[in-house]
């Protein structure tokens, strides 16, 4: 016998050495005795086999296989959330007594997270007669709120204070334990997010190899004479209701056998049900002495002798000791259940216990307590007892739903203005055209419609080594860019620009970007060559000519002094004359969404649109010369940059604009300024989950009303957390523990609700960004009359690129609004710089063209 196994009878807490010396038994009485006892210990691997078995037949029933055994149940209880300390409220519950015979109204009143406390209040009625027999309609009805099992009301009634309980173990008249599953793990539940409470039923349980051997001829016996033969094996062995029956079995057989009461047994002793389970408890209650134990004996009409009463205990100790071993087994099981749910190698966890035998029993608890700690070594388990049986847990499920549905409604109210109809996103689409064409004509517009002299994508002739630089995005860049017959070759390096220098003085700024690009002049070895540049410079500029761009005003975390209103190029040389050493040719000044349109159109001669999506939003596109009233000339094409970002700040997105989004502007570098922008990129989106989470924990919806001081603290939540969270591979587990990082301890509920929050403001993002998508293909399918158009779009941005979900809502959004074009996305893959080095070779070409 193993440790486990000697947990039994003979060290037990309180457990006499039996039988006692020199009793006046009959010869062989001991080992009569010992042989009965016998057949009652459990050794460790018996336990262990219990468990394993049992585990796996819990597994089985969760993947919705039917065992060839009837196996455990698992039967899913809709209760999808333990209680949160923050419930409040008066709450009444109906508990109808096991007879039926008796109606229990209990009364409980929750106070809240303030001194969190239970206060339930109860009277017992008796049901009359002709009620109970009645037609069973009488003058009042009553709404049923929840139907809950005993277990799960223990485990909803549990106390919080002491960490998560989330089981529940309840050892009555019959046994069974629920817990809290991943829901994603039960396959009758279509859902793949949150928990539910799982009633085990482990009552049922009855693998053959397991409890076979553990069985006794009492066992046999007991399920042959009772209602149910053959089923609840696992029940009748631990179940309050049939310890006494056991007793009774070894009692009456011992004294057949002459071993007790003098041979005699009592027409009592010999009637199914007569021992108690209150009997069992009172005679092996160490402080109830012997003349307690005659009493009992005596009640039952049997006449004991004096060492009888030692005899009796002792089979009731072996009889009950097993019990809480193999109920210990099961609720092993259980924990490695959720060791393995939850992938927790080490498992903390408390257990609330409830029913009869824990509450009468003296040992029961103990013993449990002891064989659990040696079955799940790897678990910090605390039994939390049930103060009030399940019906305060039951107040205490109504309570929950009801907090749920509470915090459902105020969730689906604030995310309400975030989820936009087909109708909505159609007058964007229109409001965006109208703009466009206004813009174009020069009229008043949010939309500036930039021109930017690039009237041709690269036809392929383009050669030569050129430089450029990449400046507005995550990264700023200086590239070496080798145009040649094999295709294009990059080289580049990423410099820092510290948040002092983007908004410090504009001279500080431009000697940086001279100082990055000398540092990689010298590393490439290009030191003194003058090769010619082209530059990316991320924000509204307006152009005169490919090399003059008045920077209009700065946008994203840019706010460099005396720049707006200077022409940047000018900006560049003066920062070049003023490091001496230097000599840079520069050709081109090109905007990021036009530098993606050219680095794309060089693979793809339909790519006429350059998008981004990335710390800021814009998109170009190739418009007809004719339709831009600022250049000269009727024939041809002009690339346009239309600074999207800038639409509505003339108030025309004001419909649309949230509380949040109000929020997020006016604690902005440039309040009012870039409305559109704000609602879609990168730089905005993760604040404006911020502030939302915020509004939801002064509601009570989050955190448990708790601000945090991390969530005060802006930017704290970067939008590359929202395409972590709605990552489709990431279970909540991991949405908990990225937010933890964060600093935000929060409940499953709570994990579920903040991905709610990502995924709605993501969503509205693409939705509105494919809304502008659309009105632009389709104002190029109109400007050339045809009747369906095949486009490509050039696309960048660290957004779009890493969400896993903004592309498709993109795509899916322009189909809807734009059916008569056929637009294909591509992603840019090298950046804008190479564009504006295409953009140079285009330009250095054709000035050679009009030199010869
Ligand atoms: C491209 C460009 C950058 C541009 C960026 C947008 O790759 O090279 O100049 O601004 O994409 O993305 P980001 O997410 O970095 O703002
Ligand atoms: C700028 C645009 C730029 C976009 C994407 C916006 O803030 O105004 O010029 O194209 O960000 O980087």
Same mark, same amino acid.
């Given at each position: 016998?193993?440790s486990?196994?000697?947990?039994g009878?003979? !060290?037990g807490?309180g457990a006499p050495?039996?039988p ?13 005795v010992?042989?009965?006892?016998? @057949?009652f210990k459990?050794?460790?691997a018996?336990?262990?086999q219990?468990?394993t078995s049992?585990l796996?037949?819990?597994e089985?029933?969760?993947r919705g ?6 196996a455990?149940r698992m039967?899913?209880?809709y209760?999808?959330?333990t209680?949160?300390?923050t ?9 109808l007594?096991a ?5 229990r ?9 303030e001194?969190?406390?239970?206060e ?6 008796v049901?009359?007669q002709e009620?109970?027999?009645g037609?069973g309609?009488?003058? +009042? ?8 099992n005993?277990t ?7 106390e919080p204070g002491?960490?998560p309980?989330e ?5 009555d008249?019959?046994?069974n334990?629920?817990?809290m599953e ?6 009758v539940?279509?859902?793949d997010?949150g ?9 049922s349980?009855s693998?053959e190899?397991?409890l076979g ?7 046999h ?5 009772s ?5 609840q094996r ?7 209701? +049939? ?6 079995l070894?009692?009456?057989?011992l004294?057949?056998r002459?071993?007790?009461?003098g041979g005699h ?9 007569s021992i108690?389970?209150e009997?069992?408890?009172e005679?092996e209650?160490?402080?109830?002495g012997?003349?307690r134990?005659?009493?009992v004996?005596q009640?039952?009409?049997l006449n004991?002798?004096?060492s009888d ?6 089979v009731?100790m ?12 099961a ?6 259940r959720?060791q ?16 009869r035998v824990f ?7 103990s013993?449990?307590r ?8 790897n ?9 009030d049986g ?13 907090r749920?549905a509470?915090?459902r ?5 604030t995310?309400?203005?975030?989820r936009?109809?087909?109708e ?6 229109a ?5 466009m064409?206004?813009g174009l ?5 949010s939309? /500036?419609m930039?021109p930017?002299y690039v009237?041709a994508t ?11 630089l990449?400046l507005?995005g995550?990264?700023f #860049? ?11 070759q990059?080289s580049?390096?990423? +410099?820092s620009?510290?948040e002092c220098?983007?908004?410090g ?7 940086h970007i ?15 060559q003058?090769?010619p ?6 924000f509204?500029? /307006?152009q005169?000519?490919?090399d003059?761009?008045i920077l209009?005003?700065w946008?994203k ?5 005396d720049c707006?209103? !200077?022409?940047?190029?000018?900006l560049? #040389?003066e ?5 001496q050493?230097?000599?840079?040719n520069v050709?081109?000044?090109?905007n ?5 349109m050219?680095?794309?159109?060089y693979e ?6 350059g998008l981004i999506?990335?710390?800021g939003?814009?998109?170009c596109?190739m ?6 009233a ?7 094409q002009?690339?346009?940059n239309?600074e999207w ?12 604009s949230?509380?949040?989004d ?7 570098i440039?309040?009012?300024k ?12 993760g604040?404006?989950? /911020? ?7 002064s509601l009570?919806v989050?955190?448990?009303?708790? @601000?945090?001081?991390?969530? !005060? ?15 489709d591979?990431?279970?909540l ?7 933890e990082?964060?600093?935000?301890p929060?409940?499953?509920d ?6 709610e ?6 969503q ?10 659309a009105?632009?293909?389709e104002?190029i399918r109109?400007?050339?009359?045809l009747?369906?158009?095949?486009i490509?779009?050039g696309?960048d941005?660290?957004? +779009?690129?890493?969400?896993?979900h ?7 959004t322009v189909?809807?609004?734009?059916p008569?074009?056929v637009?294909?996305?591509?992603q840019?893959e ?10 140079t ?8 063209r009009t030199r010869?």
């Amino acid at each position: 016998m193993d440790s486990i196994g000697s947990l039994g009878l003979q !060290q037990g807490e309180g457990a006499p050495s039996c039988p006692q010396e020199g009793l006046p038994c009959p010869s062989n009485s001991s080992e009569m005795v010992q042989e009965c006892l016998q @057949q009652f210990k459990v050794t460790g691997a018996q336990l262990r086999q219990i468990q394993t078995s049992l585990l796996g037949s819990m597994e089985q029933a969760l993947r919705g296989q039917v065992g060839p055994a009837p196996a455990v149940r698992m039967l899913p209880t809709y209760v999808g959330s333990t209680p949160h300390g923050t419930e409040k409220g008066d709450f009444v519950v109906l508990e109808l007594g096991a007879t039926g015979a008796s109606l229990r109204v209990l009364w409980v009143t929750l106070t809240g997270i303030e001194g969190h406390k239970v206060e339930p209040r109860s009277q017992e009625f008796v049901i009359p007669q002709e009620v109970m027999l009645g037609p069973g309609q009488q003058a +009042y009805s009553i709404d049923v709120v929840a139907v809950v099992n005993d277990t799960v009301g223990t485990m909803m009634g549990c106390e919080p204070g002491v960490g998560p309980c989330e089981v529940g173990l309840v050892v009555d008249t019959g046994t069974n334990a629920c817990y809290m599953e991943e829901a994603r793990h039960v396959a009758v539940l279509d859902e793949d997010r949150g928990r539910v409470c799982i009633s085990i039923e482990w009552g049922s349980f009855s693998d053959e190899g397991a409890l076979g051997p553990v069985q006794t001829i009492f066992d046999h016996t007991l399920d042959h004479e009772s209602l149910n033969p053959g089923a609840q094996r696992f029940e009748k062995m631990i179940g309050g209701l +049939y310890l006494g029956e056991l007793v009774r079995l070894v009692l009456v057989h011992l004294a057949q056998r002459g071993v007790l009461f003098g041979g005699h047994t009592s027409p009592v002793l010999r009637s199914q049900g007569s021992i108690l389970l209150e009997h069992v408890a009172e005679m092996e209650d160490p402080s109830a002495g012997a003349a307690r134990v005659h009493a009992v004996l005596q009640d039952l009409g049997l006449n004991p002798k004096a060492s009888d009463a030692e005899w009796v205990q002792c089979v009731c100790m072996a009889v009950c000791t097993r019990a809480a071993q193999l109920c210990a087994a099961a609720l092993a099981a259980v924990l490695s259940r959720l060791q393995h749910s939850r992938e927790q190698q080490a498992l903390q966890i408390a257990v609330a216990t409830g029913g009869r035998v824990f509450e009468r029993h003296p040992r029961f608890l103990s013993v449990l307590r002891e064989t659990v700690m040696l079955l799940a070594p790897n678990c910090d388990v605390s039994f939390i007892p049930s103060v009030d049986g399940g019906g305060r847990g039951v107040a205490m499920v109504t309570a929950v739903a009801a907090r749920l549905a509470a915090h459902r409604r105020l969730l689906e109210e604030t995310l309400a203005p975030f989820r936009l109809t087909r109708e909505q996103l159609a007058e964007v689409q229109a409001q965006m055209r109208e703009a466009m064409a206004k813009g174009l004509q020069g009229e008043a517009s949010s939309l /500036r419609m930039l021109p930017t002299y690039v009237r041709a994508t690269p036809d392929g002739s383009e050669r030569g080594d050129f430089l450029a630089l990449d400046l507005g995005g995550t990264n700023f #860049r200086v590239l070496l860019v080798r145009v040649t017959t094999g295709g294009v070759q990059i080289s580049s390096q990423i +410099y820092s620009i510290p948040e002092c220098v983007a908004q410090g003085s504009g001279q500080q700024l431009f000697d940086h970007i001279v100082d990055c690009i000398v540092d990689f002049q010298q590393k490439q070895g290009l030191s003194g060559q003058s090769l010619p540049l082209g530059f990316t410079f991320s924000f509204p500029c /307006r152009q005169m000519g490919l090399d003059q761009g008045i920077l209009l005003n700065w946008t994203k975390g840019f706010n460099a002094s005396d720049c707006e209103g !200077q022409d940047v190029v000018c900006l560049l #040389r003066e920062a070049i004359r003023r490091r001496q050493a230097v000599e840079l040719n520069v050709v081109a000044i090109v905007n990021d969404t036009v530098g993606t349109m050219m680095s794309c159109g060089y693979e793809d001669p339909h790519c006429e649109v350059g998008l981004i999506v990335g710390t800021g939003t814009n998109v170009c596109y190739m418009e007809e010369l004719r339709n831009v009233a600022s250049v000269d000339g009727d024939s041809g094409q002009m690339c346009i940059n239309t600074e999207w970002g800038a639409f509505g700040d003339d108030g025309s997105l004001s419909m649309l604009s949230t509380r949040f989004d109000a929020s997020v502007d006016q604690a902005s570098i440039n309040p009012g300024k870039q409305r559109f922008e704000k609602m879609i990129s990168g730089m905005y989106l993760g604040e404006i989950v /911020r502030h939302i989470l915020l509004h939801l924990t002064s509601l009570g919806v989050l955190f448990r009303g708790q @601000q945090t001081q991390r969530l !005060q603290t802006r930017d704290i939540f970067k939008t590359k957390f929202l395409s972590e969270i709605e990552s489709d591979s990431l279970a909540l587990r991991q949405v908990r523990a990225i937010l933890e990082d964060l600093g935000l301890p929060l409940t499953s509920d709570d994990a579920l609700m903040v991905l709610e929050v990502c995924q709605a403001v993501s969503q509205r993002a693409a939705q509105l960004c494919g809304a502008g998508v659309a009105a632009v293909v389709e104002k190029i399918r109109e400007n050339r009359g045809l009747e369906e158009l095949t486009i490509s779009v050039g696309v960048d941005g660290t957004l +779009y690129k890493l969400h896993p979900h903004f592309s498709s809502l993109v795509a899916a959004t322009v189909r809807e609004l734009a059916p008569r074009c056929v637009v294909t996305f591509l992603q840019s893959e090298d950046g804008s710089g190479k564009g504006a080095a295409l953009v140079t070779a285009v330009a250095c070409r054709l000035a050679q063209r009009t030199r010869i």
